[in-house]
């Protein structure tokens, strides 16, 4: 098989409506034989998919999802071979899916389920303990950078992402009249298990900022900036019982 | 004796057996992962793995190189297998005469490639880049084939070849034997007199199901979704016959059944082990 062979071989194994085959010489039963690797191959990528996002499985149902799968894995196959990195692209599709314009909040509930993914793998970190960080004069950790989780991930939605993604948990659960809010969380992991957590807007700002490498009174100054009503030691303390801060860096003055 | 001629039998582990396969790992020699399962950076999946790891012999076999591609195996997946390599140290990492990637797409499959001159060149190549990127040697698996490409009595000479130029070891997956001889109307057997046995450090064993096509004709399916076959059974005793002991793995990855059903697979393909050990033995 030469290399255009190979492309289209591929391309015919992505397209369930592509005719099988056509110009190989394989012998008898070239359609039977070959729809043994389109299976394998579509079968095994809609079931990354499936693991992937299985709240929006449960919002849309088995048999829609698997011709969502369908058409997204034709759109965009992976370019790896480590399945369970397929695919970040997935909730941009889902957002974008004309048929799915009704439902706008189903990509960020689809982010969700990815950000729970990533936290999954993401690498270990041993969380610093209060005890130790109260070991620092105040003064010194509020002009320090904080190294914050590497599972931990925030995301925002215009949408109540939080409470959709939790009524999809529990089937038949549905949200009340007066919750349709636009929601913030975070994704993170402690030990093996993934956890979410509801953010207000003030913490959202206080996490990207250390993120981005700010002190920590920049990052507490900029959320309260943002957001009037937030209290900075609460925040913090939050910050800390969650295990999410993971080193101290010091700043030469 | 070293690992790649003990007769241990094991297990391609998954992680909803983590549990049960701690406390009762008896029936296990040694343990089977896919390295493109535990690429991500930290977490559960390598928790599990460092304790599997502590206490029986792991082996790591690859299903992403696309060794039978008509690109170079991708140098940034060659760097993180490698990390995954020195992270939990395998006695063993296996590889497939297949492709799965062509230019920026892959497909998670085991694609067929010709026997011929061009691909012999190619994979011999393919095997080199990978052998010295990842610091070790491989071990290549026959694949199983569907289509008239990649006919059986040419495809054990081709890895007999591939062993002789690149210094690669095999892996005999004897489920593979058979479903693939079915499919190109060859004998087994005849397939197997043309295999360089002694080249052989791993032998795969699985479940395969049937398919009646449109002319009435049966088309095996390598779907590790049984018990091992009793005629791959039989088979492998054979095999073992000629080898003499290798490190076994039965391989059930869909439709995976409770632990108590493996750790009887486990035991049936120990007796047929050391029977066939036995009587090579006293022959």
Redesign the interface.
């Known amino acids: 098989m030469n290399a255009m062979r190979s492309a289209e071989f591929i391309a015919a194994q992505l397209d369930a409506d592509a005719p099988s085959l056509t110009g190989f010489a394989l012998g008898a039963n070239t359609a039977a034989r070959f729809a043994v690797h389109r299976h394998t191959c579509r079968s095994g990528l809609i079931n990354a998919l499936r693991t992937a996002y299985p709240s929006v499985v449960t919002a849309v149902g088995d048999a829609y999802f698997d011709a969502l799968a369908a058409e997204f894995i034709q759109a965009s196959p992976p370019s790896s071979p480590v399945l369970q990195e397929y695919s970040p692209a997935f909730p941009d599709f889902v957002g974008h899916f004309p048929p799915l314009a009704e439902w706008p909040w189903l990509s960020d509930v689809a982010r969700i389920d990815w950000a729970r993914r990533e936290a999954f793998h993401a690498a270990d970190a041993d969380a610093l303990s209060a005890a130790h960080l109260q070991s620092w004069p105040v003064e010194t950790l509020m002009r320090a950078s904080l190294g914050l989780h590497p599972s931990l991930y925030t995301l925002t939605s215009s949408n109540p992402a939080w409470s959709l993604w939790h009524c999809l948990q529990s089937s038949g659960q549905s949200l009340a009249e007066d919750g349709w809010r636009a929601e913030s969380l975070q994704v993170w992991r402690i030990e093996n298990g993934v956890h979410m957590r509801l953010l207000r807007a003030g913490d959202v700002t206080l996490r990207r900022g250390l993120a981005d490498g700010l002190t920590l009174v920049d990052a507490l100054q900029a959320a309260c900036t943002l957001d009037l009503g937030f209290e900075a030691s609460a925040a913090l303390a939050t910050l800390i019982g969650d295990g999410l801060i993971v080193a101290v860096t010091h700043h030469a003055q | 004796m070293d690992f790649a001629h003990s007769p241990a039998i094991g297990l391609s582990f998954k992680p909803q057996h983590f549990a049960d396969a701690l406390t009762n790992m008896a029936a296990v020699d040694f343990f089977e992962v896919h390295a493109?399962?535990y690429?991500?950076?930290?977490?559960?999946?390598?928790?599990q793995l460092r304790a599997l790891g502590e206490q029986r012999p792991l082996t790591i076999h690859g299903?992403?190189?696309?060794l039978g591609?008509?690109h170079a195996p991708?140098a940034h997946?060659l760097r993180?297998l490698r990390a995954l390599l020195q992270r939990h140290p395998p006695q063993l990492f296996s590889e497939h005469l297949a492709?799965?990637?062509?230019?920026?797409?892959?497909?998670?499959?085991l694609?067929p490639?010709?026997y011929d001159d061009a691909s012999f060149a190619r994979v011999a190549v393919h095997i080199d880049v990978a052998q010295n990127a990842l610091g070790r040697r491989l071990l290549i698996e026959n694949p199983s084939t569907?289509?008239?490409?990649g006919e059986p009595l040419a495809e054990a000479e081709f890895l007999s070849a591939l062993h002789q130029h690149t210094g690669c070891g095999l892996l005999l997956d004897v489920n593979n034997v058979i479903v693939s001889c079915h499919?190109h109307g060859v004998d087994a057997r005849a397939y197997l007199q043309h295999f360089p046995f002694h080249a052989v450090a791993q032998i795969h064993l699985a479940g395969h199901s049937r398919?009646v096509?449109?002319?009435g004709?049966e088309?095996c399916?390598d779907d590790h979704g049984s018990a091992t076959s009793d005629s791959v059974l039989a088979l492998y005793a054979e095999v073992l016959a000629r080898t003499g002991p290798r490190p076994t793995l039965i391989e059930w990855d869909n439709d995976v059944p409770a632990w108590p059903v493996l750790a009887a697979e486990l035991a049936r393909v120990r007796i047929a082990a050391t029977r066939a050990l036995t009587q090579a033995e006293a022959a």
């Open positions: 493109e399962n690429l991500g950076a930290g977490g559960e999946p390598h928790r299903v992403g190189l696309s591609g008509h991708d997946h993180r492709w799965s990637s062509h230019g920026p797409v892959y497909v998670p499959d694609l490639l010709a569907y289509l008239a490409l499919n398919r096509l449109a002319d004709s088309l399916i």
